[in-house]
């Protein structure tokens, strides 16, 4: 028997009159006493066969990508190794950056030796870990540079001259839930934008494709045509932590657009899992004790993200999320931004607005010298040693500490630009430690990753801050887990590959599976419902009258189904139950609006405030006519009630849905992120 839903769902838009003539929804009590008087529902089978559904969660299935064909058939041995077994397939990992990308690769058949593309196009030979997220648009010769529909070339990565314009941080677009550091101009890119006739969807798609291109390409060559073309490929795309899931989505088909495979195909991570996946692996096992928490610390250009894991098991490795994950606008790319500052404050607004405006060459020297030297050396243990940063054709002038085209820095100039943002990074990590502290959590250690987080001095100054901690605070009554918890150092790692270490826990993730047993929400994720008006809750104005259910009801009250900070396993979804009411000869499509809530205390009714995560529209005439209750009004009025529930699961990054009838699933829910 169907048990009558606890929670029903009405759209939060919906007016109470389309409300009366569509989908209306009492509380489980009022069904129950009201429905025993009206049910005349119908025999159902006992059982119905399950169907398929749509699953991003199975991380060994999945369609092949373009360049890949069926499965291996017969040995083919490369020329320098792999033999492609019956089952053997090659994972690659993307990891889409704000200002560098990364790509990695394995052949099953020999797990250890994961590999990272280090040549790219216009490198000129050198290697480099990561290629630059930069894209540009030439129009071919003899057409209009300002015409958007004349053919266009593409540069991307390290193609470019210095003074070239390019698309930079294209990938901070993709989210428009994310706040945008001050130093991206969402004008300046729009026009860039509109000059090519590209949406921002096209962009990231044509640098995924030059992306997927190099990498089909630099494969072929290590691997050889004949075995590339009898072995799998399989992409896993890492996304930030931090976002939406309609970026996620966006990321989905902007990678699919540029061939890397079908969207059920392709797997997402996200970017501090995958960090922490490589990592961790990375610690000997006897380093590591179960009931530890890790803090990782992906550091990039413009985002910082944490994720802090407890290790459940040891052999095989299980973790679980520990602290609800955070990030922040602090990433490298604010130290070039604040050096930007320095410079004008240094040599005047006067001089400085000259030079960006008709000197792009001079300032854009300086700036580099900054980002690949200055920053990146820094280190404030060496004696107070100078820096010049060239600044080509600027006058001298020996108060500003300029001489012969040279800005000389001391150290406590760059530590001035550096301090504020590398404190910020700290700030971050103490919020996650304080939060696993507070619960009598065990923080064993601080893994440091990303581009800034293989920076000496960010090491440094973290290691000051954690690893020397001050006396306990004094009590009386000492308890064990005062003097075990507060006041023990925490370690901080840098691992070998911090900066590729995203794109290489990618690769292990798609080659193994999930180290992740349990995760937690960055927010709480919910639904609206109506419900029976009770006058000692909900305020008068709200409640209409529903002639099916013939009672005063209330909607666009919220269940948050998923609380933020509440643990999820992957395997068990959750469950959103509803029951609705169809009119002879309505449609059986039904619409539902999922909501999230990032303040602590999430509402309990719909506020134009919340953030509006996807439609699942759902089929619900595949739902066999016997599951329906056929439900009379005291009028005569006949109606068809069914209940079911839609099955939320949560994935590394990202969510899927299923409809569930009497414990009988179907692929009947198409979601469509906002
Ligand atoms: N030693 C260093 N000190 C400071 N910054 C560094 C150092 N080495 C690299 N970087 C910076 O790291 C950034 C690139 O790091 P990474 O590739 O992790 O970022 P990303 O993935 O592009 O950004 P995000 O993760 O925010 O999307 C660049 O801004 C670069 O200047
Ligand atoms: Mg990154």
Request: hydrophobic content about 35%; glycine content about 8%.
């Given at each position: 028997?169907n ?36 049910n ?6 006992p ?18 990508t ?12 490369t ?6 077994a019956?089952d ?34 216009g490198?000129?030979?050198i ?8 894209i ?95 072995t799998?490929?399989?992409?896993v ?23 890397m ?21 990375a ?12 803090i ?39 130290l ?57 054709g ?102 070998m ?12 993730r ?11 929400a ?21 409640r ?24 999820i ?14 009119r ?11 909501f ?15 953030i ?10 595949v ?37 569930k ?14």
């Amino acid at each position: 028997m169907n048990s009558f839903a606890s929670s029903s769902h009405l759209p939060h838009s919906t007016s109470h009159h389309q409300l009366n003539a569509a989908l209306e929804t009492p509380s489980s009590a009022y069904q129950q006493q009201h429905l025993q008087q009206t049910n005349t529902r119908s025999p159902k089978p006992p059982t119905l066969p399950i169907r398929a559904i749509r699953s991003n969660g199975n991380l060994n299935g999945g369609s092949s990508t373009r360049g890949s064909v069926s499965p291996v058939t017969d040995k083919a041995t490369t020329p320098d190794g792999p033999e492609a077994a019956e089952d053997g397939k090659i994972i690659v990992g993307v990891d889409f950056g704000t200002t560098y990308s990364g790509v990695a690769a394995v052949y099953s058949g020999t797990p250890d030796e994961i590999e990272v593309i280090k040549s790219w196009p216009g490198g000129n030979g050198i290697t480099s870990d990561k290629v630059p997220t930069e894209i540009g648009y030439t129009t071919a010769p003899g057409s209009s540079p300002d015409d958007p529909f004349a053919p266009k070339t593409i540069k991307w990565g390290f193609q470019f001259k210095p003074d070239e314009p390019r698309l930079r941080c294209i990938k901070l677009f993709l989210d428009h839930n994310q706040k945008l550091p001050h130093f991206v101009s969402p004008l300046e890119t729009a026009a860039q934008l509109q000059k090519c006739g590209k949406t921002v969807m096209d962009a990231v798609s044509d640098y995924l494709t030059a992306l997927y291109g190099h990498t089909m390409e630099t494969l072929t060559r290590r691997y050889g045509e004949s075995f590339m073309a009898r072995t799998k490929v399989e992409f896993v795309l890492t996304v930030p932590a931090v976002w939406s899931d309609s970026a996620k989505n966006a990321t989905l088909m902007a990678a699919e657009r540029a061939g890397m495979g079908s969207r059920e195909g392709l797997k997402l991570i996200s970017e501090p899992e995958a960090a922490a996946v490589y990592t961790l692996k990375a610690i000997q096992p006897n380093h590591l004790s179960i009931g530890d928490n890790f803090i990782v610390c992906d550091a990039g250009g413009g985002t910082v993200d944490l994720i802090a894991y407890k290790v459940v098991a040891l052999g095989p490795l299980k973790v679980e999320e520990s602290a609800v994950g955070t990030g922040g606008l602090c990433g490298s790319a604010f130290l070039n931004y604040r050096f930007e500052d320095h410079v004008k404050t240094r040599i005047g607004e006067a001089i400085y607005k000259n030079m960006r405006e008709n000197k792009a060459k001079t300032w854009n020297m300086g700036l580099k010298y900054f980002e690949e030297f200055v920053k990146r050396n820094f280190n404030d243990d060496e004696e107070d040693q100078e820096m010049n940063v060239p600044f080509p054709g600027l006058p001298d002038n020996e108060e500003a500490g300029l001489d012969c085209g040279f800005l000389t820095m001391n150290k406590a100039q760059v530590k001035s630009i550096v301090d504020p943002v590398v404190q910020e990074v700290i700030d971050l990590v103490e919020g996650q430690v304080d939060c696993i502290r507070e619960r009598g959590g065990l923080v064993s250690g601080i893994i440091l990753v990303g581009g800034f987080g293989q920076s000496n001095y960010m090491y440094k100054q973290m290691k000051a801050h954690f690893n020397t901690e001050g006396p306990p605070p004094y009590t009386s009554n000492p308890t064990h887990a005062v003097l075990s918890h507060q006041t023990q150092a925490i370690e901080v790692m840098h691992p070998m590959y911090a900066w590729t270490a995203v794109v290489r826990g990618a690769v292990i993730r798609g080659l193994e599976g999930d180290l992740v047993i349990s995760r937690r929400a960055r927010m709480h994720y919910g639904t609206s419902y109506a419900t029976i008006f009770d006058e000692t809750k909900h305020p008068l104005k709200d409640r209409y009258w529903s002639p099916l259910w013939e009672r005063w009801m209330v909607a666009d009250r919220m269940h948050w189904h998923w609380p933020k900070g509440a643990e999820i396993t992957e395997s068990k979804p959750i469950s959103f139950h509803y029951t609705r009411n169809f009119r002879p000869g309505q449609s059986l499509v039904v619409e539902d609006d999922l909501f999230a809530c990032v303040d602590d205390d999430a509402p309990d009714a719909y506020s134009k405030d919340l953030i509006h995560v996807c439609t699942l529209t759902t089929d619900l005439s595949v739902v066999p006519k016997s599951l329906f209750t056929r439900l009379t009004t005291t009028k005569g009025y006949e109606f068809d009630n069914l209940d079911f529930s839609l099955d939320m699961r949560v994935h590394s990054a990202g969510l899927d849905f299923s409809l569930k009838v009497d414990g009988v699933e179907y692929a009947a829910v198409q979601a469509k992120f906002h």
